[in-house]
């Protein structure tokens, strides 16, 4: 039963010179973890919001969130003039509130007749796969986006939209205002970041799919152009330039974070594969993929969702 992991970041497979048929699948199980690992890892925007974290030990993942009274951009106390020949202050500084987070083992096998193995259609194999891999994504995503929801809800990390983006595509030009347009949410949630003075610049954002039709619609129908361009483009102005769509994201609510600051991902274990013959029950190869993920927000304040869009 080898076991053949892949780390946190996934890497990518590069296959070349040969198709891969059935039996290469079943004697090279290293192929299937790394093809596994390079479709789970194409849409998947978890590894934007967090960066790599340490290694996980005793089952936990020890770290300290902000205190949300007070800023850790600064000392607790400010500098002070001095006389001369005399000492300077002593600075002291803010400590975070200690959390932990735990790992969540994740997995799920799919089999191989030994007739199927026999009629070599790898056709079989990377459908399993595709749809393995899919199946983990999606996972993940629940998992991370599941965090995110409980930070901002507990750390209220929510600024409101000043009117639904259906209510701001239907504004005709004599009703239309610079506080009607989506361009007024995005311009307020990144200053409503830059006055809290901790250093975090908003460089990203998570989409419902609807929730990015109706930008690309409001937009194209005011530059009478691209949607797409043109909503990136408003995004672009406001220093948001990676965008990501997801149907986990709920509707009506659009996350904008810095990337890679907002908390950090641990696995405990890495994506495995471990395959195995079972010849005395089915005469079945049997595939099966574990990862053992920890997500944590270490600074809510790198992140803020709008509501009401």
């Known amino acids: 039963m080898p076991d053949n992991p892949i780390p946190y970041p996934l890497d990518p497979v590069v296959v070349g010179g040969t198709l891969i048929t059935l039996d290469q699948y079943v004697n090279a199980p290293t192929v299937i973890t790394r093809r596994v690992a390079e479709i789970a890892a194409q849409r998947f925007f978890a590894s934007k919001v967090f960066s790599p974290g340490p290694a996980i030990t005793g089952g936990a993942l020890l770290f300290e969130r902000p205190n949300p009274l007070l800023t850790d951009l600064y000392a607790a106390r400010r500098t002070q003039e001095m006389a001369p020949g005399t000492q300077a202050p ?3 500084f803010v400590r975070g509130i200690p959390m932990v987070a735990r790992p969540r083992k994740i997995g799920g096998k799919w089999s191989l007749t030994k007739e199927e193995r026999q009629r070599n259609n790898p056709r079989l194999a990377e459908r399993a796969m595709v749809q393995m891999a899919n199946t983990i994504t999606r996972d993940l995503e629940i998992m991370a986006l599941s ?3 409980a ?3 507990s750390e209220g990390r929510t600024i409101a939209a000043g009117s639904t983006w259906a209510a701001a595509a239907a504004t005709t030009f004599g009703t239309r205002t610079a506080a009607n347009q989506p361009a007024s949410d995005i311009a307020n949630v990144v200053s409503a970041v830059d006055v809290e003075e ?11 799919p609807l929730d990015w039709a109706n930008l690309k619609k409001i937009y ?9 361009a043109s909503a990136r483009a408003v995004l ?8 990501d769509t ?3 994201q709920p509707q009506g609510r659009v996350k904008l974070y810095e990337a890679g600051m907002v908390g950090t991902w641990s696995n405990e274990f890495p994506l495995t594969e471990t395959t195995w013959f079972d010849e005395e029950t089915d005469m079945t190869w049997w595939y ?5 993920p920890a997500f944590a927000v270490d600074d809510q304040f790198a992140m803020l969702e709008l509501v009401g869009v």
Not at 198 to 208: D, K, P
Not at 222 to 228: R, S
Not at 288 to 292: I, Y
């Open 198 to 208: 901790r250093g975090h610049v908003l460089n990203s954002a998570i989409f419902n």
């Open 90 to 92: 002593v600075l002291t």
């Open 288 to 292: 099966q993929s574990t990862v053992s």
């Open 246 to 248: 997801t149907p986990r």
């Open 151 to 153: 930070v901002v809800a």
């Open 220 to 228: 194209a129908s005011l530059n009478a152009g691209n949607g797409d």
């Open 236 to 243: 672009t102005d406001n220093g948001i330039t990676t965008i």
């Open 147 to 149: 965090e995110l929801n």
